[in-house]
Structures are given as structure tokens and as C-alpha cells.
């Protein structure tokens, strides 16, 4: 299995990941060299299948890097493969209230902490597991819950409570479009919402998405700790940087 994010977020260590969307195993291996901590494997938006995911959990596995899934909305039965593959944990769009919040906790985790399933899958070793392994997998897994709409804003100190939640993540993009300002990131409503989930959530862990090193450091001294950008974004900066440079010359 990959990295315990789990007990790197409970740490409050400061986390740099990126979101992947492409089924390009490489690619992990190639962000894992450039040295985050984590990849956000991308089921929420794109088109990879579980098939290729198991690939990308297994890269990040083998770099000794952390693989956090972003699972489809609303949907949390579909937790269970993602996890039985062997990721370190989910990332949860969408949620709005405590209920969704612990639908998402009963899903990844065995009982008694929740409902998930047992089985002889990638996580446990193609084995029946063992009341141990059920409980390591309890201990590691990690649960990320994204806040991205105004309901989701309203409700941030409620479901930061709800046990077995690990983190919550500003979605800002979205967030920015269901508070009527779509694209206007940097937004003084935006910006008001995402300094009312700061203080909603208290002592847990805060992620954002961030375009850039400067974005990451802004938020990092805004007290965030799990920061994401995303693959497509970095890569195209900065090969358009290469090509701009080259050709102002
Ligand atoms: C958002 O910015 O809306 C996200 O969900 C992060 O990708």
C-alpha cells in the first residue's frame, strides 16, 4: 500500500501534491521524482477507468509517494474499489452536510468505525485479512472532504466534526461558480468563503487547490497544510514558459 497520509495529515505536516488525470503511471513516477508528497488520482473529473488507477496507486506505491483518490461525487458505494486497490485515501467532492460526511466515513472504513466491505483484494495482500489488518487500514486511511459550494461553506463546521473526517479541501474553482463568480478566483466573495472554512474547521487540517509556488506559500501562511495543483496546470505553465523565453528573443 502507499504512504499514511493519514498520520502525515493528523501531523499537520505541510503536504504537496498534485492532481493526475492522464492513465500515465510515468507520470507519477516523473512528479514523485520532482518531489511531492502526494497524488490526487482524478476519477472526479477525466476519464480514468479503475483499471489505469490501479496502475497509478501502484507507481505512487513503488515512489514512495502517498496516492489519494478523488472519487465521483455523490457516489459513495464507489469508495470501496478505490480503496480495496490500495489507495491512501479518498478526496470527496461536493460535500454539503454532516450526513454526506459520514456516508463517506462508513464507506472507507471497516467496522466498527463504518460499513466498508471485507474482502481478499490488492489492499490486503489478495488475503482474507486479519482483524489486525482491518484495523491498520482504519488507522491509515485517509479521508479528505472537498468544500466547494456556499451549503458546503455554511455547513464546513459540522462536518469537520463528524468523526473519522481527517481534512477538508476548498475546491476553489468551483466554489468561485456556485457563488455566482464563476473564473473570479480571486474574488472578495470567494475570498470571504474560503476565510469563514478556516475558521469553521479549527485545528483539523485545511487543503486548497493552488496554481502556483507562490499560490502554495500564501496559503501555507494562511495555515493550510494539504496543497494541490494539478498536472496539466504546472506542466503547461511551464513548458509555455520555455517557449515563450525562447522565442522573445
Ligand atoms: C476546484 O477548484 O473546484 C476543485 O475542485 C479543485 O480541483
Known sequence: NC???????????????????????????????????????????????????EGLIRAAGASGIGAMIRVPAGEPAAIQRYVDAGASGVQV????????????????????????????????????????RLQTANETTAIVLQIETGEGVAAAAEIAAVPGVDSLFI??????????????????????????VRKAVGDLPLGILVGSGEDAAKRAGEGMSYLVGTSGGLIRAAV?????TARST
Open 3 to 53: 504512504v499514511d497520509m493519514r498520520a502525515r495529515l493528523r501531523a499537520a505536516e505541510r503536504l504537496v501534491g498534485v492532481f493526475v488525470n492522464l492513465p500515465a503511471p510515468g507520470l507519477v513516477e516523473l512528479l514523485a521524482s520532482a518531489g511531492v508528497d502526494f497524488v490526487v488520482i482524478d476519477c472526479e473529473h477525466g476519464l480514468l477507468n479503475p483499471e489505469s488507477v
Open 93 to 132: 467532492p461536493m460535500i454539503e452536510t454532516a450526513e454526506q460526511a459520514a456516508a463517506v466515513v462508513a464507506a472507507a472504513r471497516y467496522a466498527p468505525e463504518g460499513r466498508r466491505g471485507v474482502a481478499a483484494t490488492r489492499s490486503n495482500g489478495f488475503a482474507a485479512p486479519s482483524a489486525e
Open 171 to 196: 475546491g476553489p474553482t468551483d466554489l468561485a461558480h456556485a457563488l455566482g463568480r464563476g473564473g473570479q478566483l480571486d474574488h472578495p466573495d470567494v475570498d470571504q468563503a474560503i476565510r469563514t
Open 240 to 244: 509555455r514558459g520555455l517557449v515563450d
